[in-house]
């Protein structure tokens, strides 16, 4: 086997087997940074080795083995002494004999995960920082692919992930699942930062880099994995079940030239159904759970609304605004409230819809927002109220942030000043 | 990524129920993928000998019903993968095999949609 062969197999190990290593060691090591250099030092290992000997039967252990074994020659290697100035010394499990208990690692590889997903999204660190470890740690993608995915220069990304992981272990974060107490806050934390995660893929359109939309899979497969790691949780599910549903239309969204098409002008038969029913599944996970249901479980709802409709004309508007109104209870936001006006006026009619916009026309937040201009001017038009319309159109052109919106809002204005 | 992953054995092999202990070696590896992700969907042949054979040829349509003896492998069974690149594909298959014993997969890249 080629070294260019085993590196291309190595790469799909990684990301297959790296979160898991770098869990069960950061368990033992207490540092998320020196556990991701330790599997980073047992993954040459293999580039030099697996050429000749051929890939191992199960490269995960082989790697957890020879990731141990630098374990502990890293312990013998630094002076006990010195270590114990370090304040992570203080936690690492020590044998009797001065090494680290190794054998520790193979207790329960899941309860290590879940311990490195809440680490890597901790609030002691910023928003960019939580994304980018987890990308790193979890999605097991490299500085450059994350710098790739956000648009920004690669040591910007080094940087930050330097950064979080000093301030991981100078804020002394123990390595472990939060308490009852905490729990919920810090999961909403890790499900906020999957969540921009796929959001940031999904903005990305089809002419853009591949990575971008690949954030999609890789926010889907951390779900997943957090559904299973978590099954108790309702929202875990429901962010399953948000993502895989709106990632079943990202090819039916844009068009050849990459344009988007808005929801109710795709074409369904594009829609991915393997998704669809994935994510139809998870939600019914996340309902069968009981208890108050949270923003995620009424945004799939409503998302899980629009998959079951075979045609557009057979969406019902009236559950989607009954969900909006529910969805509106437990996430105060204007934006939510905006697209509450847009499914009631779908169910009950334009005039309705209006009079929910109309009372968000002083909302501040709103102000700059072109779709509040861009939903009354629809309303308006179907209320065949032309003039105001148009109007509505083009202050949402002014508003609009890209050339592809305010193309379309120009066109619509000129279609209702021709009315 | 999207494969379908068909594996096929000798109709020998394929008699001769697994161990126990592959079983359970093949019940934690499918656990594994499907925490994962990557699992989509997955069987085996069911223990019955319903299998045949649809081909159009022109405007005729035949049926030949299985079981096919004359072949010198049968499908055990089948999955489809949901992977971010061959290699990874190929890696789970190995996996796969690890547990399944001697047999080959075919591996094929699938499209969704239309």
Known sequence: ?419 | MRFVSIYKLSPDRFAAPPSEGEMAAMGLLIGEMQAAGVLVDTGGTAPTDISLRVRRAGAQTTLTDGPFTESKEVIGGYAVLDVQSKDEAILWTRRFLDCAGDGVVELTEVTTGP
Not at chain 1, 382 to 409: C, I, P, W, Y
């Open chain 1, 1 to 419: 086997m080629s070294t260019v062969e085993t590196q291309r197999t190595l790469d799909a190990v990684w990301r297959i087997e790296s979160p898991k290593l770098i869990a069960g060691l950061s368990r033992i090591v207490r540092d998320v940074g020196v556990a991701e250099e330790l599997v980073q030092d047992a993954f040459v290992s293999a580039l030099v080795q697996w050429p000749e000997s051929g890939i191992p039967r199960n490269p995960g252990a082989w790697l957890m083995a020879v990731a141990k074994r630098r374990a502990i020659d890293r312990f013998r290697r630094e002076d006990v002494v010195e270590l114990k100035h370090q304040e992570i010394a203080r936690e690492i499990q020590l044998h009797e004999t001065g090494e680290p208990d190794v054998d520790a690692l193979d207790d329960d590889i899941g309860d290590d995960l879940l311990r490195l997903i809440f680490i890597a999204c901790h609030p002691v660190l910023s928003t960019e920082a939580r994304i980018a470890l987890t990308l790193r740690l979890l999605g097991g993608l490299s500085t450059s692919d994350i710098a790739r995915a956000f648009l920004v220069a690669e040591p910007v990304v080094a940087q930050r992930i330097v950064r979080a992981k000093r301030t991981l272990s100078e804020a002394h974060i123990p390595f472990e699942v939060p308490n009852a107490s905490e729990r919920a806050a810090r999961l909403s934390s890790v499900l906020g930062v999957l969540y921009l995660i796929f959001n940031e893929g999904y903005a990305a359109s089809a002419g853009d880099d591949v990575l971008r939309p690949a954030l999609c899979e890789d926010a889907l497969w951390l779900g997943r994995v957090l559904a299973q790691l978590v099954p108790d949780d309702s929202e875990v599910h429901a962010l399953v079940a948000l993502m895989e549903i709106q990632a079943s239309r990202s090819t039916a969204r844009v068009n050849a030239s990459g344009e988007p098409i808005l929801l109710l002008d795709q074409d369904r038969g594009r829609w991915d159904q393997l998704l669809i029913r994935r994510g139809l599944a998870a939600l019914e996970r996340a309902e069968a759970l009981g208890g108050a249901l949270g923003p995620y479980a009424f945004q799939a709802a409503i998302a899980a609304c629009h998959a079951r409709a075979h045609t557009a004309e057979q969406t019902d508007w009236t559950r989607i605004a009954a969900l909006y109104d529910a969805l509106a209870q437990v996430l105060p936001s204007p934006v939510v409230q905006l697209n509450r006006a847009v499914a009631v006026g779908m169910a009950y009619g334009a005039a309705a819809g209006l009079e929910l916009v109309d009372a968000l026309r002083s909302e501040p937040s709103l102000k700059a927002y072109h779709l509040l201009s861009s939903v009354r001017g629809d309303l308006l038009e179907k209320l065949s109220r032309f003039g105001e319309a148009q109007t509505e159109f083009e202050h949402a052109a002014e508003l609009a942030h890209n050339v592809r919106d305010r193309t379309l809002m120009r066109e619509r204005a000129a279609r209702c000043a021709h009315r």
